[in-house]
């Protein structure tokens, strides 16, 4: 049941040195570079994406991500969902309009797997990087590295899954698209989706709290996702595993990190859900080729480096 989540809005990374970021996000990624605030903090977004950004970049001393930002439908909307995520026992906090430049005001919540979330209503439009809202052409000129459009998800590691995915469907209105299940039927693995996309958050059952697997990017086509997989070696970036396809999903895909160790992806096509499709089950025999379709197996780096 919906309850007024549109989609995913935002999320703030830290990274060791900005500069070198800059490098990976604006110049390999090719997300646009929108301005920098007062806390230096600097604000990038994908060509196509309407709102003024969608990822913060944070110079901390250690890597990692400070939360994860959902658009909802209306002011009154946010009130309903504070009063919810008070009522289901979040630790909520209201953060005001303009702390994030161009964005109103945010609620702020904690999960059981140790992540922070928010919900905002309002955030300035500046519309799609270089192309117009009438009669536009087909992409803009002068994009640069990958071309990412837009942030699309995040893969999340924490324990008590089973609470943030409660949290997920019962208060802000996600389905679980999909699944990783042991024998016994625990569940290690929670893709949601609150639209038509295979998924917009997915969490893994992870001994330590708040952790970021990784932020993944959208690419329009398998043969941008192999360009990426070039520009990669081509700047001699620190690869994962790719260019390949995921079982879970369907999705093709290729994993790099960022200079401070985050974890991006870049991606392309995969599975469409809606409300009334049953989940889709992968089970933990199978778990290799439900993570590495054409591999069949996991290396240890993908299941344990996480910032």
Not at 203 to 229: Q, Y
Request: glycine share 10%.
């Amino acid at each position: 049941m919906r309850k007024g989540v549109l989609r995913p809005g935002h999320i703030q990374i830290r990274v060791l040195d900005m500069p070198e970021a800059l490098k990976h996000y604006r110049d390999l990624l090719g997300l646009i570079e929108v301005e920098t605030d007062n806390q230096g903090r600097v604000y990038l977004k994908g060509w196509t994406e309407i709102d003024k950004f969608s990822l913060v970049l944070r110079e901390a001393d250690r890597p990692g991500m400070d939360f994860v930002g959902y658009k909802v439908v209306s002011e009154a909307a946010l009130d309903r969902l504070r009063e919810d995520l008070v009522q289901f026992g979040c630790n909520v906090e209201d953060i005001p309009a303009g702390e994030l430049s161009g964005c109103g005001r945010r609620v702020r919540f904690d999960s059981p797997t140790g992540h922070m979330f928010e919900l905002y209503a309002d955030k300035e439009q500046t519309g799609k990087w270089g192309v117009s809202a009438t009669n536009p052409e087909a992409w803009p000129r002068g994009l640069r590295g990958m071309k990412a459009t837009r942030f699309d998800h995040c893969l999340l590691y924490g324990p008590n899954i089973a609470g943030t995915q409660r949290l997920f469907e019962e208060v802000l209105g996600f389905d679980l698209s999909e699944q990783v299940l042991e024998a016994d039927g625990t569940r290690i693995a929670a893709f949601m989706s609150v639209g038509m996309k295979a998924h917009d958050v997915a969490f893994i059952e992870h001994p330590e709290p708040g952790k970021l697997h990784h932020a993944s990017f959208f690419l329009n086509t398998w043969e941008d996702v192999l360009r990426a997989a070039d520009l990669i070696s081509m700047e001699d970036v620190s690869l994962d595993i790719g260019p390949t396809r995921h079982g879970l999903t369907h999705g093709k895909t290729i994993y790099f990190f960022d200079p401070s160790g985050n974890r991006s992806e870049v991606f392309c096509e995969g599975d469409y859900t809606y409300p009334d499709h049953p989940t889709v089950t992968w089970t933990t025999d199978q778990i290799g080729k439900s993570i590495f379709y054409h591999d069949r197996t996991l290396n240890d780096r993908f299941l344990t480096v996480v910032t």
